[in-house]
């Protein structure tokens, strides 16, 4: 594969960055302070709200969605250092209406949805007009093996009715999030494991849908967005409702996670050049025991480790999109787990030694690398824990030299 990127490529860059440079970075102690004033955390945050019709007239509206005439025409490859870009600031991928979970689930909508749901919910979603949950994870099994996954989807007539507990349901605390995506079993009893799961769209305001309580992470309530804890209580909505049919869970499951593997890692990366930024302009400033930071043996080589872990991480990513662009998700399935488990690793140790250069400093709100580092901790468990990619690349690497089973 070639990793030079395009012209195209290299324009979008260049236009993306632009924005950031004007209207993002300087922007980060308003959010921050907007955030720290709000009377509600979960509204909508004023500044993201702004820059959003800025990002649109720029032409930097919903850059992702390959093969879709929704979206910008970009493929994998051509989306990732876009995201990257993006990723640097942990908010700012919204103001581009190029937020998880909204992307995952809009490419679900526009891939394995009908004309109606596309109409009723994907344009919604594409406008900004409305925000979205995914719901998989539950708190009384171990979801890590999603087959163990309890929710009930039950049908009756016309309508499916839905039992269940779910958390971890990304961007559930936001006001505007108008629709679920559920996976639950509507075939429990199905000797196929992996066919007893559907994915079925369910309206917030349907009855029966009660938010228990927002999770928090490493202490914050990561407001606006926020991870939910609910609880579906006899919900019956439309049979119509659900997305590519009885059993199809885990295949939709498969097509949503990849692409947004891509973007969650491909935003890591950017919070961990960001990191790396800071890091080299705390060296340059800080001068102690008598000469700078910057001149410190262990300082100039733990910068010189961190570009060598962000650039190896990134080229990787890149390999895994060329993958599934050119030979799709299923052949790509080993570089997509790789990256699953290379690239949060990385993040949380580039992070980490930002935090150790800004000293007491790296631990506080002041220098955002907290956060940063609880979101890059954090994706070592979602989209799968680090384990399960580990077991599922082990095998596949194995396989090739296993000697085939003879017919039986």
Same mark, same amino acid.
């Given at each position: &594969?070639?990793f030079a990127y395009?012209?195209?490529?290299?324009?979008l860059?260049?236009? +993306?960055?632009?924005?950031m440079?004007?209207h993002?970075?300087?922007?980060?102690?308003?959010?921050a302070?907007?955030?720290?004033?709000a009377?509600?955390?979960?509204?909508p945050?004023?500044?993201?709200?702004?820059?959003?019709?800025?990002?649109?007239?720029?032409?930097?509206?919903?850059?992702?969605?390959? /093969?879709?005439?929704?979206?910008?025409?970009?493929?994998?490859?051509?989306y990732?250092p876009?995201?990257?870009?993006?990723?640097?600031?942990?908010?700012?991928?919204? +103001?581009?209406?190029?937020?998880?979970?909204?992307?995952?689930? &809009?490419?679900?909508? /526009?891939?394995?949805?009908?004309?109606?749901?596309?109409?009723?919910?994907?344009?919604?979603?594409?406008?900004?007009?409305?925000?979205?949950?995914?719901c998989?994870?539950?708190p009384?099994?171990?979801?890590?093996?999603?087959?163990?996954?309890?929710?009930?989807?039950k049908?009756?007539?016309?309508?499916?009715?839905?039992?269940?507990?779910?958390?971890?349901s990304?961007?559930?605390?936001d006001p505007r999030?108008?629709?679920?995506? +559920?996976?639950?079993?509507?075939d429990?009893?199905? *000797?196929? #494991?992996?066919?007893?799961?559907?994915?079925?769209?369910?309206?917030?305001?349907?009855?029966g849908?009660?938010?228990?309580?927002?999770?928090?992470?490493?202490?914050?309530?990561?407001?606006p967005?926020?991870?939910?804890?609910?609880?579906?209580?006899?919900?019956r909505?439309?049979a119509?409702?659900?997305?590519?049919?009885?059993?199809?869970?885990?295949?939709?499951a498969?097509?949503?996670l990849?692409p947004?593997?891509?973007?969650?890692?491909?935003?890591?990366?950017?919070l961990?050049?960001?990191?790396?930024?800071?890091?080299?302009k #705390?060296?340059?400033?800080?001068?102690?025991?008598?000469?700078?930071?910057?001149?410190?043996?262990v300082?100039?080589?733990?910068?010189?480790? &961190?570009?060598?872990?962000?650039d190896?991480?990134?080229?990787?990513?890149l390999?895994?999109?060329?993958?599934m662009?050119?030979?799709?998700?299923?052949?790509?399935?080993?570089?997509?787990a790789?990256?699953?488990?290379?690239?949060?690793?990385?993040a949380c140790?580039?992070?980490?030694?930002?935090?150790?250069?800004?000293g007491?400093?790296?631990?506080?709100?002041?220098?955002?690398?907290?956060r940063m580092y609880?979101?890059?901790?954090?994706?070592?468990?979602?989209?799968? *824990?680090?384990? +399960?990619?580990r077991?599922?690349?082990?095998?596949?690497?194995?396989?090739?030299?296993?000697?085939?089973? *003879?017919?039986?």
């Open positions: &594969m070639d395009t012209d195209k490529v290299n324009a860059r260049e236009r +993306v960055q632009a924005f440079d004007e993002v970075y300087p922007n980060e102690a308003t959010y302070a907007q955030m720290a004033n009377p509600d955390r979960w509204q945050v004023p500044i993201v709200e702004q820059l959003k019709p800025h990002a649109r007239k720029a032409g930097l509206w919903n850059l992702f969605l390959p /093969e879709s005439h929704y979206g910008a025409g970009l493929t994998n490859l051509e990732a876009l995201s990257e870009i993006m990723g640097r600031v942990p908010w700012a991928s919204e +103001v581009f209406n190029c937020s998880a979970p909204d992307t995952g689930n &809009m490419e679900t909508i /526009e891939r394995y949805g009908s004309a109606e749901h596309k109409k009723r919910w994907l344009e919604p979603l594409l406008e900004g007009e409305i925000r979205s949950a995914f998989m994870t539950e009384d099994v171990a979801s890590s093996d999603a087959t163990n996954i309890q929710t009930h989807i049908r009756d007539g016309d309508d499916y009715v839905i039992n269940g507990r779910k958390w971890w990304s961007g559930a605390g999030c108008k629709i679920f995506i +559920v996976m639950g079993k509507t429990p009893a199905n *000797p196929d #494991r992996h066919r007893q799961q559907s994915m079925i769209l369910v309206p917030r305001d349907t009855p849908v009660e938010i228990k309580r927002m999770l928090p992470v490493f202490g914050w309530d990561d407001a967005h926020g991870h939910a804890e609910i609880v579906f209580n006899n919900v909505v439309p119509s409702n659900i997305l590519l049919g009885e059993g199809r869970g885990f295949e939709i498969q097509g949503r990849g947004g593997r891509i973007h969650h890692c491909m935003r890591s990366i950017g961990a050049e960001y990191a790396l930024e800071k890091t080299c #705390r060296a340059i400033e800080r001068v102690p025991f008598g000469k700078p930071l910057a001149d410190q043996g300082m100039i080589e733990r910068i010189a480790e &961190m570009r060598i872990q962000i190896m991480a990134r080229l990787q990513v390999h895994a999109a060329w993958k662009d050119t030979v799709g998700n299923k052949a790509a399935r080993t570089e997509i790789a990256i699953k488990v290379a690239v949060p690793n990385m140790r580039v992070i980490d030694w930002a935090i150790q250069a800004h007491a400093g790296g631990v506080t709100s002041d220098f955002g690398l907290a609880a979101t890059a901790r954090t994706l070592r468990i979602a989209d799968g *824990p680090d384990e +399960v990619h077991h599922q690349l082990g095998r596949m690497e194995l396989a090739k030299y296993k000697p085939a089973r *003879p017919n039986a």
